[in-house]
T-cell receptor
Framework: GAVVSQHPSRVICKSGTSVKIECRSL??????MFWYRQFPKQSLMLMAT?????????EQGVEKDKFLINHASLTLSTLTVTSAHPEDSSFYIC??????????????FGPGTRLTVL | KQEVTQIPAALSVPEGENLVLNCSFT??????LQWFRQDPGKGLTSLLL?????REQTSGRLNASLDKSSGRSTLYIAASQPGDSATYLC?????????????FGRGTSLIVHP
């Protein structure tokens, strides 16, 4: 099956620093990638949708200047949390979809990245 | 706006029991419904996907049913094992509107003890 990886799996940083998380589709080309955030005992909340080569579409309430998303290729999307603060500590999960190639059905999820901001 | 509710929020059972996890959704105009498993600190693993035209899907000890008109789905786990301990998430994708992004429930946290 399709594989999506994320790097790093876990990151601890100081308040005020920026953190970049990578999401890669390893064995397929993803026309669309999604970034989710999950707080403890909460459901996944969609942050943004990104299509290769175009600007990301952010969900209401998500600061685009704080959460920078780049989808430079069909296999790589990055999420940069700028000037991170303790309230940004969360579990960030990406998913990749082959939507547009007939694969509307399926999003393939990455293993997630645990961000802790001290 | 679609809302997805999962009941119970948590469940602790002895090994060997048959389990039923419930998922309800408010808007029956769905494209599909998917059940995921999430281990602590890990990403999502897809278990079963039911298209809106289907009534159920089975994989091993897992069976998921869908009653679209009543806005309900159940995940049945037969002969539960400690390795089944995880959080089970239900996600519903809309049928139209150009957005196929699923709405997730909060999950049911399952513990199966030996």
């Amino acid at each position: 099956g399709a594989v999506v990886s994320q790097h790093p799996s876990r990151v601890i940083c100081k308040s005020g620093t920026s953190v970049k998380i990578e999401c890669r589709s390893l064995d397929f080309q993803a026309t669309t990638m999604f970034w989710y955030r999950q707080f403890p005992k909460q459901s996944l909340m969609l942050m943004a949708t990104s299509n290769e080569g175009s600007k990301a579409t952010y969900e209401q309430g998500v600061e685009k200047d704080k959460f920078l998303i780049n989808h430079a290729s069909l296999t790589l999307s990055t999420l940069t949390v700028t000037s991170a603060h303790p309230e940004d500590s969360s579990f960030y999960i990406c998913s990749a979809s082959t939507y547009g190639r007939g694969g509307r059905d399926t999003q393939y999820f990455g293993p997630g990245t645990r961000l802790t901001v001290l | 706006k679609q809302e997805v509710t999962q009941i119970p929020a948590a469940l602790s059972v002895p090994e060997g029991e048959n389990l039923v996890l419930n998922c309800s959704f408010t808007d029956s105009a769905i494209y599909n419904l998917q059940w995921f498993r999430q281990d602590p600190g890990k990403g999502l693993t897809s278990l079963l996907l039911i298209q809106s035209s289907q009534r159920e899907q089975t994989s091993g000890r897992l069976n998921a049913s869908l009653d679209k008109s009543s806005g309900r789905s159940t995940l049945y786990i037969a002969a539960s094992q400690p390795g089944d301990s995880a959080t089970y998430l239900c996600a519903v994708s809309p049928a139209s509107g150009g957005s196929y992004i699923p709405t997730f429930g909060r999950g049911t946290s399952l513990i199966v003890h030996p």
